[in-house]
Each structure stands twice: as C-alpha cells, then as structure tokens.
Nanobody, 126 residues
Framework: QVQLVKSGGGLVRPGGSLTLSCGVS????????VAWFRQVAGKEREGVAC????????YYIDAVKGRFSISRDNAKKTVYLTITSLKPHDTAVYYC???????????????????WGQGTQVTVSS
C-alpha cells in the first residue's frame, strides 16, 4: 500500500522560498510518478508539477515555471517541491499525489492519481 507523508509548509514572506517534502512508503518510488497539487478554498485542485520517475521527465504548468522545482531521492523515498520567489497567490493547501509511472496521460488531473498525502498549508504574507 502506498502511503504519502508530507512535511514543510507554513507562513513565508513574499519573495521567500520553501521546500515541501513527500515521503512515499510501501512501494519502489522509481516506479511511480509523483505530482504536486495545490488548492485554494472554493477552487478546484490544481496540478503544478510532476516527476515521472523511471519513465523520465519533470513537468510544470506554465504559471510556475522558473519558480517551482520538483525533484526526488529514490533512495530516501522522498519527493521534494522547492518554491522560490514566493508570491501571495501561491497561498494554498499543497498536496502530493502518486500513480504508476507507466501512465503518461493527464499529468495534472487529480482524478488520475490513486494515492494522496495529507495537505499542508502554505501561506505567503508579509
């Protein structure tokens, strides 16, 4: 069974940076794609970054390119999301999610992910 445990988040000033971590247990991480999503109250959950694992490639939505970086350490079974130059509109609950790396379609559609970590609040405010 895949379990995802997140850490990181909190209150950050505009222009600052932070790194979120997602620990994956129960499976060989290299066989799973892991994506980060975020959600603002009253809005749909939005995929922002995806790491395809063994099938290769990292992907970002245009709105976060250049500021968001997804990476993984398969030995530590952890996937990271580093966000720099934080802006108030980055404020959201952030989630990590996993699915088989063999699935290469709809990388940012939440319904296509089987496993989810608990959300963590990121608040960007001065």
């Amino acid at each position: 069974q895949v379990q995802l445990v997140k850490s990181g988040g909190g209150l950050v000033r505009p222009g600052g940076s932070l790194t979120l971590s997602c620990g994956v247990s129960g499976v060989a991480l290299e066989n799973y794609a892991v994506a980060w999503f975020r959600q603002v109250a009253g809005k749909e959950r939005e995929g922002v970054a995806c790491d395809m694992g063994s099938t290769g490639g990292t992907y970002y939505i245009d709105a976060v390119k250049g500021r968001f970086s997804i990476s993984r350490d398969n030995a530590k079974k952890t996937v990271y999301l580093t966000i720099t130059s934080l802006k108030p509109h980055d404020t959201a609950v952030y989630y990590c999610a996993a699915r088989s790396a063999a699935a290469r379609w709809r990388l940012f559609h939440p319904d296509d992910y089987s496993y989810w970590g608990q959300g963590t609040q990121v608040t960007v405010s001065s």
